[in-house]
């Protein structure tokens, strides 16, 4: 299977810790990254391969996998959080990009 | 650093062929594989297909048979062509560069490290 699932909405309160989950079978061959999408802008990736953050990516990101589930855990979130989160992947070839359907990300 | 722009019509018709350039600036379009995806107003991220600096493209299973890629490394642009477009292809279009970076000990990665601001194309007649 090349499909993704998250769910559609994850809520913390400010301080909290989260963690936003993926689970399909490509993620026991591939990793997945994670991106930021915040409303109006271009999604930015914050987490990509095993547990790596690009330049500028606040280290209160981690990423971790588990079998078919990766999980994106910000600890201690922050306002500027809020934000629709996807997790990507390849397909089961390795050649394709697989998207799940995104988690937005609220505050309690 | 490394800008991409996307540009292009905002209207196509239903039944004709929706046609998308992307322009990047601050670096080079060799060696590097370039990627179209998609967002439905209210819904999520497709992936479209992406083009190597070679000419090799991939494509999403779903739209193969209306899509292509291709690249004009000249002009540092890529393109997408997707046709017998209908309200569904009705979505805010990006470009992005898909990075391959090697990380010891995991292997190649792959991810879309730089975004075009995305434009927006409706399908009405």
């Known amino acids: 299977s090349s499909e993704l699932t998250q769910d559609p909405t994850v809520s913390v309160a400010l301080g909290q810790t989260v963690r936003i989950t993926c689970q399909g079978d490509?993620?026991?061959?591939?990793?997945a990254n994670w991106y930021q999408q915040k409303p109006g802008q271009a999604p930015v990736v914050v987490i990509y391969g095993k547990n790596n953050r690009p330049s500028g990516i606040p280290d209160r990101f981690s990423g971790s996998t588990s079998g078919n589930t990766a999980s994106l855990t910000i600890t201690g979130a922050q306002a500027e959080d809020v934000a629709d989160y996807y997790c990507?992947?390849?397909?089961?070839?390795?050649?394709?990009?697989?998207f799940g359907g995104g988690t937005k990300l609220t505050f309690l | 650093q490394v800008q991409l722009q996307e540009s292009g019509p905002g209207l196509v018709k239903p039944s004709e062929t929706l046609s998308l350039t992307c322009t990047v600036s601050g670096g080079p379009i060799n060696s590097y594989y370039w990627s179209w995806i998609r967002q439905p107003p209210g819904k999520g991220l497709e992936w479209i297909g992406y083009?190597?600096?070679?000419?090799?493209?991939?494509?999403n299973p779903s739209l193969k048979s209306r899509v292509t890629i291709s690249l004009d490394t000249s002009k540092s642009q890529f393109s997408l062509k997707l046709r017998s477009v209908t309200a569904a292809d009705t979505a805010l279009y990006y470009c992005a560069r898909r990075l391959e970076t090697l990380r010891f000990g995991e292997g190649y990665h792959y991810y879309m490290d730089v975004w075009g601001k995305g434009t927006t194309v409706t399908v009405s007649s």
């Open positions: 990507s992947s390849r397909d089961s070839s390795g050649n394709l990009v697989v």
């Open positions: 083009i190597y600096y070679s000419g090799s493209t991939n494509y």
């Open positions: 490509s993620l026991r061959n591939f990793y």
